[in-house]
């Protein structure tokens, strides 16, 4: 079967450094997503990954390696209002997302 | 950039009734959109594909009489949840791509309707 595994939950210090790491066992590997989730509200989009390797936008950076099915999305300086669920989704061969269930950051101050 | 507009936020309904929730694409064509469902701190769930000018394609398991989507134009899309039970109850959101770089095929997620049945 296809699965998405990343932490339930995470809990990190305004202004610091986190990672959210997901890891993922799919039929075939055409991307991946990381979407933002505020509570209550809609997914929005953060960055796409289809090389290996670090894509960095800003505060956010995401890295993928296809060889061990592994991303991870890195948040600096960290506000207040990052806190949110952050969601890994592959898109497999028949590009289908496969979505991971979240990951819930809580920011304290 | 691209927006998907979905109505309505919240609906409250008593078991038994229908419920129609629209999803519009604004300032852009969308042939073909998602509607996913959503239960507390769990993954989003697809639903269903919705096909301007042509049945939708729904995944296993989700019931076609029950959920009905119909995809009259470029720019809307509808669900309607028909005789709504308790169970029901969820975070429905539907999405449309809306581009990206490198092939990345975005997905654009309208605000997400939230359904209580009483």
């Known amino acids: 079967g296809q699965n998405i595994d990343q932490p339930t939950e995470m809990t990190a210090t305004e202004g610091a450094i986190v990672q959210i790491n997901c890891t993922y066992q799919t039929s075939g590997f055409n991307g991946l997503f990381w979407y933002q989730q505020h509570a209550g509200e809609a997914p929005t989009f953060l960055s796409y990954?289809?090389l290996d390797g670090l894509e960095e936008k800003g505060r956010f950076s995401s890295f993928l390696s296809r060889s061990k099915g592994y991303s991870y999305l890195l948040l600096k300086e960290l506000q207040m209002k990052d806190s949110a669920s952050y969601l890994c989704?592959?898109?497999?061969?028949?590009?289908?997302?496969?979505w991971g269930a979240g990951t819930k950051l809580i920011i304290k101050p | 950039g691209a927006v998907v507009s979905q109505h309505p936020s919240r609906v409250i309904c008593k078991s038994g009734t229908s419920v129609k929730i629209e999803c519009r694409s604004l300032d852009f064509q969308a042939t073909t959109m998602f509607w996913y469902r959503q239960f507390p701190k769990k993954s989003l769930m697809l639903m269903a594909t919705s096909n301007e000018g042509s049945k939708a394609t729904y995944e296993q398991g989700v019931e076609k009489d029950k959920f009905l989507i119909n995809h009259a134009s470029l720019t809307l899309s509808t669900l309607t949840v028909t005789s709504a039970h308790p169970e029901d109850s969820s975070f429905y959101i539907c999405?449309?791509?809306?581009?990206?770089?490198?092939?990345?095929?975005?997905?654009?997620f309208g605000a997400g309707s939230r359904l209580t049945v009483l």
């Open positions: 999405s449309a791509i809306t581009g990206g770089a490198s092939g990345a095929n975005v997905l654009t």
């Open positions: 989704a592959v898109r497999d061969s028949n590009y289908q997302l496969i």
């Open positions: 990954n289809v």
